[in-house]
């Protein structure tokens, strides 16, 4: 009796997810309907909730394995194959084997970051992120198309450039750029009152031009990585572009490897893994 208790799954953090799962498939079935800017914000939308699920998941104690699971699954058809298809659908099909070649880069490219990630919680420097993140990429992808859709430009006239930002997004998120995660914010502490007025005009811009402003502060972030990485190392080699670089020595905290050793061994048991740290 006491184990038939434990059976089943929490509700709410799951609940989120499966929201942001709908919204990755409601991205795809409205770009096969020609609505690519309703697909492109339903990318966006399954980046807020991909950004809940886990934070409401501890602050409830409700992590569990299943959640985990079931957030990687959601996040690769929204971060994945909805942006990839979105993007093919819009300004890639007319490319022939060009076009889906470079949504299929995109594609691995999302599979192979998550399973990264899964494979590096409590290993990796949470200060930084090993490649770009799949909601970063969903984000410059589809903001992209949004901004086409809002200038009124034909996807196919472009789909060279379409299919380069498609590529190239792909082959950041399994990069070894470092990207910073700004997990060291507080956010529990105390800020000026200005910081609410700051705060207040930057939703205003974005409310101003969402396409516009959205695209650009996901671009920016994106050619933040070669840049940090190319300030930060003497000498750059392979390993600080690409290959199997499970973990980068600056990113490294200065405490002795037995102290980093036993604060992952504690952060695995104690956290579960986030999309919004992964990614």
């Known amino acids: 009796m006491s184990e038939s208790k434990h059976k089943g799954i929490y509700l709410l953090p799951n609940l989120l997810t499966t929201a942001g799962l709908f919204s990755g498939f409601f991205a795809v079935v409205s770009s096969m309907n020609g609505r690519f800017e309703a697909a492109a914000v339903a990318v966006f939308v399954a980046m807020i909730f991909d950004g809940l699920d886990g934070r409401v998941a501890r602050i409830t104690n409700t992590q ?3 959640g985990a699971e079931y957030d990687s699954m959601a996040d690769m058809v929204s ?6 298809l979105v993007a093919y659908n819009w300004g890639l099909s007319d490319l022939g084997k060009l076009g889906w070649f470079a949504a299929f880069i995109y594609v691995a490219g999302a ?3 998550l399973a990264r990630f899964n494979t590096q919680v409590g290993i990796a420097d949470k200060r930084f992120f090993q490649g770009l993140a799949s909601p970063a990429a969903a984000a410059v992808v589809c903001g992209f198309v949004w901004l086409g859709v809002e200038y009124d430009i034909n996807g196919n006239d472009i789909g060279i450039v379409v299919a380069l930002i498609t590529g190239v997004s792909g082959l950041l998120m399994v990069s070894n750029f470092k990207y910073n995660s700004f997990k060291e914010l507080n956010w529990n502490g105390k800020v000026p009152f200005v910081a609410l007025l700051i705060i207040l005009l930057i939703f205003i811009i974005v409310a101003t031009e969402p396409a516009l402003v959205l695209f650009i ?3 920016l972030y994106a050619l ?3 840049i940090n990485t190319f300030r930060t190392v003497d000498k750059v080699t392979l390993s600080d572009v690409v290959g199997d670089q499970l973990e980068d020595a600056d990113f490294t905290p200065a405490e002795s490897t037995e102290d980093v050793k036993t604060e992952q061994s504690e952060d695995v ?3 579960e893994p986030l999309e919004s740290d992964k990614k």
């Open 224 to 226: 933040a990585g070669p």
């Open 217 to 219: 502060v996901f671009a």
């Open 111 to 113: 599979a192979l970051r």
């Open 64 to 66: 569990s394995d299943f």
């Open 79 to 84: 971060f994945g194959m909805a942006p990839a």
């Open 269 to 271: 048991v104690k956290e």
